[in-house]
């Protein structure tokens, strides 16, 4: 069964650093997400993307945020500064449309740790 | 009022019990609801979208009343495996290309022998 893969499975950083998060959706989906989930917190939306531009971003993705796709394939999410709160799992969405509902399918996610 | 409420829990299920529980949402807009499942520190996987009329997918029944806007969730005949954190999930527009998902704080189910 086709599945939604991220890497690295934990990122540890020091505050100010950048990190790139990296994630392969499902090869024929079209939208993609990314979702964080701080640790004993719901899990929050970040980002949707869609034809190579963001459809839709909450207040938690600011200018420090950032995602590309750079090819087929790859889908990442880039903290240009990261800060002490920004330590989460980080996971990545992607959708497919079936008629009624949009089902978004989850990778296992990223754990990002700011020291 | 939050986006989408669910009781925390834990609920303590005895194996081959029945356990259920709700969810209420506050966009009266919304158009799609999901349950998702979340082990512990892993990825949230769906276990079933909730329709209209109500739906069934081997043990598990889900309910959606748009009137008094909640979610339900019934399992019957726990399993051990089923201890996990049921996440309420809601989507307020279908085939918008942003279509973000709003999740409930979840709900903990725990089934013990």
């Known amino acids: 069964e086709p599945e939604v893969t991220q890497t690295p499975s934990h990122q540890v950083t020091q505050m100010g650093q950048e990190v790139i998060l990296r994630c392969v959706p499902i090869s024929n989906h079209l939208y993609f997400y990314w979702y964080r989930q701080i640790l004993g917190q719901k899990v929050e939306f970040l980002v949707s993307?869609?034809?190579?531009?963001?459809?839709?971003k909450s207040e938690i993705f600011d200018d420090q945020f950032s995602v590309e796709r750079p090819d087929g394939s790859n889908f990442t999410l880039k903290i240009r500064s990261t800060k002490l709160e920004d330590s989460a799992m980080y996971f990545c969405?992607?959708?497919?449309?079936?008629?009624?509902?949009?089902?978004?399918?989850f990778g296992p996610g990223t754990r990002l740790t700011v020291l | 009022r939050k986006e989408v409420e669910q009781d925390p829990g834990p609920f303590n299920v005895p194996e081959g019990a029945t356990v259920a529980f709700n969810c209420t949402y506050s966009n009266s807009a919304s158009q799609s609801f999901f349950w998702y499942r979340q082990d512990c520190r892993k990825e949230p996987k769906l276990l079933m979208s909730?329709?209209?009329s109500g739906n069934e997918d081997g043990r598990f029944t889900a309910q959606l009343n748009r009137a008094s806007q909640y979610i339900s969730l019934l399992i019957r005949d726990s399993k051990l495996s089923d201890s996990a954190t049921y996440l309420c999930?809601?989507?307020?527009?279908?085939?918008?290309?942003?279509?973000?998902?709003?999740f409930g704080g979840g709900t903990r189910v725990l089934v013990k022998p």
């Open positions: 993307f869609y034809n190579n531009e963001i459809s839709e």
């Open positions: 999930v809601v989507n307020g527009r279908i085939k918008a290309a942003g279509n973000k998902l709003t």
């Open positions: 909730v329709y209209s």
């Open positions: 969405a992607s959708r497919e449309t079936s008629g009624i509902t949009d089902t978004q399918y």
